[in-house]
C-alpha cells in the first residue's frame, strides 16, 4: 500500500524559507515521478515542481529560480526547499507520485503553508 506523508509547512514571513519533506512507503521513490501541488483557498491545485525517476525536475514559473525539488533515493524522501517565499506562495501542498509503469497516481493529506506578508 502507497503512502506519502507530508512534513515541514508552517507561518513563515515574507522572505523566509521552509523546507518541505514528503515520505513515500510501500514503493521505490527512484522508480515514480514525485511531486509537489498547491492549492490556494477558492483556486485549482497547481503544480509547483516535480521529479522524474530519471531525475529530471520541473518547475512552475512562479516558483523557478526560487523553489527546488529534491529525492533522497536511501531515505525514499522527496523534498521541496522554498526560498524567498511570498504572500501568494500560501496554501496547502500536497505531494504525488506515479510509479513508471503503473495508471495508478498517490497523494498526500497536505501540509499548509502560510506566508505573512
Known amino acids: 500500500q502507497v503512502q506519502l506523508v507530508e512534513s515541514g509547512g508552517g507561518l513563515v514571513q515574507t522572505g523566509g524559507s521552509l523546507r518541505l519533506s514528503c515520505a513515500l512507503s510501500?514503493?521505490?521513490?527512484?522508480?515514480?515521478?514525485m511531486g509537489w501541488y498547491r492549492q490556494a483557498p477558492g483556486k485549482q491545485r497547481e503544480m509547483v515542481a516535480t521529479?522524474?525517476?530519471?531525475?529530471?525536475?520541473n518547475y512552475a514559473d512562479s516558483g523557478k529560480g526560487r523553489f527546488t525539488i529534491s529525492r533522497d533515493n536511501p531515505k525514499n524522501t522527496v523534498y521541496l526547499q522554498m526560498n524567498s517565499l511570498k504572500p501568494e506562495d500560501t496554501g496547502v501542498y500536497y505531494c504525488y507520485s506515479k510509479p513508471r509503469y503503473s495508471v495508478s497516481s498517490y497523494w498526500g493529506q497536505g501540509t499548509q503553508v502560510t506566508v505573512s506578508s
Open positions: 521529479i522524474s525517476s530519471g531525475g529530471t525536475t
Open positions: 510501500g514503493s521505490i521513490i527512484s522508480l515514480n515521478t
